[in-house]
């Protein structure tokens, strides 16, 4: 006859929680990160400016700088680029769908970037930034992108088209 294990299947799990804090090496990074659906959010409801605040961010908390510096440089001359192209565009052509493509554009590639590291980090027991401050930056955002746009009009004339 077989001995039967003795693990009571009713017995609470234990863990050893007196041990060390989960560190970058295990893959949890010391201050939260924002997570690649949070980008798309800022992306999508603020401007692309807002997703890559969000994306420099969680550069800055994987002590990363010199990737921080890269990707907001890189992502307000994209934006930049972006207003330009939208500003260009004949009336009859809607913006909506442009800056729907952009957002998912936005988000996939944060995603390819920083979505194994954020997972990871989750996995280890890394916190998330929470959502009040993501609805801030896209507020904040979209008053700056609203002053800018305006400024802008008023600069070209082309307000005067808006309004009447």
């Known amino acids: 006859m077989a001995i039967e294990p003795t693990i009571n299947p009713y017995a609470p799990p234990t863990s050893d929680l007196t041990g060390p804090p989960p560190s970058a090496a295990d893959g ?17 409801l603020g401007s692309v400016i807002a997703g890559v605040m969000l994306l420099q961010a969680n550069y800055r908390a994987m002590g990363r700088a010199a990737a921080a510096t890269k990707a907001l440089l890189f992502g307000l001359l994209a934006s930049a680029g972006l207003f330009a192209v939208l500003f260009m565009l004949p009336d009859r052509i809607p913006a909506s769908p442009i800056n729907i493509a952009t957002a998912l554009t936005f988000y996939k590639l944060a995603e390819s970037m ?45 307000l005067d088209d808006v309004n009447g």
Do not use: Y
Not at 28 to 40: E, I, N, V
């Open 28 to 44: 949890a990074f010391s201050a939260p990160l924002f997570s690649p659906r949070q980008m798309l959010a800022a992306a999508a």
């Open 114 to 158: 920083q979505g194994p590291a954020f997972f990871k980090h989750r996995a280890a027991g890394g916190s998330v930034r929470s959502n009040w401050v993501v609805f801030g930056i896209i507020i904040a955002s979209a008053v700056a992108v609203l002053i800018l746009a305006g400024a802008f009009l008023l600069a070209t004339g082309r």
